[in-house]
C-alpha cells in the first residue's frame, strides 16, 4: 500500500482502497458460484442478476467499475478541498502583505489587494497558478487526472477518456505529490 | 533538416489544424472495431475456434461519446470452457494520447483488465497497442503473440 502523507487523502485513499478491496473479495466469490450474488445485492435485487452466470458476471463487472469511477471522484474532490484551502490561506496571507507593504506607487489604489487574485474558484485555475511550480511529468498526471475527473462527473460525454486508467493508489500517490510540491 | 522534410512537415501541421469531419471519423473507428475483431476470431484465434476452445459472439451495443456523439458497434465476448468470458468492448473513440481505446478483460475478474489502443498512422493505417498500465513501459504493439500471452497469464 502506498504511503500517502497529507491526512485527508490518506483518510479517504484508506476508505476507497477498504472498499474496493470488499469488492474484489466478493466478486472473486462469484465466480463459480454466481448466487453468491444474491448475498451481497439487497433484497430486493436477489435472483434479479443472478440466473446467469453471464448476467451474474456482467453485474460484477459494473460493480467494479461504478466503484472505481466514483473513487476517482472522490480522491479528486478531497484534492480540491485541500488545494482549494491552501489557496485561501496563501491568499488572505498574501493579501496582508500587499495592504501593510506596499509602497507608492501601489499604495494609491485603495484597491491594491485586488491586484492579486483571490476568485480562483475551478482546479483548472488552481493548475495554471502550479504549473511552473511542479514538475512537467506531475503535471501532466494532474491534468490527466482533472479530465478523467471532468469525464466521469459529466456524464463521459465532453472530455475524453485517459487511454489508460490509472489505479487507485497511484492516483492518491500523484495527488499527494502535488500537494508536497505545492508545500515545499 | 531537408526543405522536402520541412515542407512535408508543414503539410502535415496544416492537415491536422483543418476541421475534423467526426462523422468520418466515427465511420473510421467503427470500421477499425470490426477490422480488430475479424482480425482476432478469423486469424488470430481462428485455430482455438475450430477445436472448439473458444466460441466466438458479437454482441451490438450502443455507444455515445464525446466529440463523435451516438453510433451503434459491436462487442466480442469469447468464451471459453468453465463459464469464462473474455470481452473485447470498445469504450471510446478518443482518448488521451491515443485514437481510442477498448478495454480487453476477463469478465468477474476484477483486475484481469488491460487497455488496447489505436495508434492512426495514416489514412490507410492504424496501429494497435496494448497497454497493461498506464506506465508506457507496459505498451506494446499488439499482436497474436502478446494477445495469448495475456490471456494465458489469466488462465493461471
Known amino acids: 500500500m502506498v504511503t500517502i502523507n497529507n491526512q485527508d487523502l490518506r483518510d479517504v485513499y484508506h476508505y476507497l482502497a477498504t472498499i474496493e478491496n470488499v469488492i474484489q473479495k466478493e466478486i472473486k466469490l462469484i465466480n463459480g458460484n454466481k448466487f453468491h450474488l444474491d448475498k451481497i445485492v439487497p433484497e430486493q435485487l436477489a435472483k434479479v442478476y443472478s440466473q446467469k452466470e453471464k448476467t451474474a458476471l456482467a453485474f460484477a463487472d459494473q460493480i467494479v467499475r461504478t466503484s472505481y469511477e466514483s473513487s476517482v471522484v472522490s480522491l479528486m474532490s478531497t484534492f480540491e478541498r485541500v488545494v482549494f484551502a491552501k489557496y485561501k490561506t496563501t491568499f488572505g496571507t498574501l493579501k496582508n502583505v500587499v495592504k501593510d507593504n506596499s509602497p507608492n506607487p501601489m499604495d494609491y489604489y485603495k484597491s491594491r489587494e485586488n491586484f492579486l487574485n483571490g476568485n480562483i474558484d475551478k482546479l483548472s485555475g488552481i493548475i495554471y497558478l502550479i504549473e511552473r511550480q511542479i514538475s512537467n511529468g506531475l503535471l501532466q498526471k494532474l491534468k490527466l487526472l482533472k479530465d478523467h475527473r471532468n469525464y466521469i462527473a459529466h456524464g463521459k460525454r465532453d472530455v475524453a477518456p485517459p487511454a489508460v486508467e490509472m489505479k487507485l493508489a497511484d492516483i492518491a500517490k500523484t495527488l499527494d505529490e502535488v500537494i508536497r510540491e505545492i508545500e515545499g | ?156
Open chain 2, 1 to 156: 533538416m531537408a526543405l522536402k522534410q520541412k515542407l512535408e512537415k508543414l503539410k502535415k501541421l496544416s492537415e491536422q489544424n483543418k476541421q475534423l469531419d467526426w462523422d468520418a471519423y466515427k465511420e473510421i473507428w467503427k470500421n477499425s472495431i470490426s477490422e480488430l475483431q475479424n482480425t482476432i476470431m478469423n486469424k488470430w484465434f481462428q485455430d482455438y475456434e475450430e477445436n472448439g476452445l473458444m466460441i466466438f459472439s458479437i454482441v451490438p451495443v450502443r455507444r455515445i461519446e464525446p466529440y463523435i456523439g451516438e453510433y451503434l458497434t459491436t462487442t466480442l465476448e469469447i468464451t471459453l470452457t468453465n463459464n469464462k468470458f473474455l470481452i473485447l468492448e470498445p469504450v471510446s473513440g478518443v482518448s488521451s494520447e491515443y485514437d481510442g481505446k477498448l478495454d480487453f478483460y476477463m469478465s468477474g475478474n476484477v483486475y484481469k483488465r488491460v487497455s488496447i489502443l489505436r495508434k492512426i498512422v495514416n489514412d490507410q493505417k492504424n496501429e494497435w497497442i496494448i497497454a497493461r498500465s498506464f506506465d508506457q513501459k507496459d505498451h506494446y504493439k499488439l499482436d497474436k503473440e502478446q494477445l495469448e500471452k495475456i490471456i494465458e497469464e489469466w488462465l493461471q
